[in-house]
């Protein structure tokens, strides 16, 4: 379990779960210079930290926001570190078997938080789920609907190809944020 603090100072920190980006402790938008707005939530992060200057950021989660913020966060020239429970990144589209009803186990089997499951498929196109920089093309699956196995490799694939996978540190759970 890490904790994150910072002393007298703002805490620069992206919480990243599920699909969305919730920031915590940042200025509000409408607190920085017009020319440092951004209008997506990484970007608002990013600019946030470069009125302050560089900082250490902690993203939390590498699924595919916070690898998004992990990235535009380095790009603004911040010291990021990518925490993630799980064994690799992909977020909720890593399957863990844990996730299924096992009645006959009695609660012995370690249990995990997702509404993943063995058979799942995106119910958008690939092509809508596609990073602006990273195309999500038939490269990844002929198949316009893919498995959840495909989008993961997708997001692995995105992770290697912006070098991003240095930056994550695997297996590590968060227990509080404190300014």
Not at 42 to 52: E, V
Not at 70 to 97: L, N, P, S
Not at 112 to 140: A, G, I, K, W
């Amino acid at each position: 379990m890490d904790r994150w603090s910072s002393k007298g100072g703002l805490v620069s920190l992206l919480l990243a779960s599920l699909a969305e980006v919730a920031l915590c402790a940042f200025a509000s938008p409408s607190q920085l210079p017009e020319h440092h707005r951004m209008p997506s939530l990484a970007g608002a992060a990013a600019a946030t930290c470069i009125a302050q200057g560089g900082k250490r950021v902690g993203v939390i989660g590498a699924g595919a926001a916070g690898l998004a913020a992990a990235k535009e966060m380095r790009k603004q020239g911040h010291d990021v570190t990518v925490i993630e429970q799980a064994t690799e990144v992909g977020g909720v589209w890593c399957y863990d078997e844990a996730v299924e009803d096992d009645p006959l186990s009695k609660g012995s089997r370690r249990r995990v938080h997702s509404s993943m499951y063995r058979s799942l498929r995106t119910n958008l196109p690939r092509e809508v789920m596609s990073f602006s920089d990273f195309p999500f093309d038939e490269s990844f699956s002929p198949l316009r609907y893919p498995p959840h196995t495909v989008v993961r490799d997708y997001l692995a694939a995105y992770a290697e190809f912006h070098r991003l996978l240095d930056l994550v540190s695997l297996g590590r759970r968060v227990a509080s944020v404190e300014p």
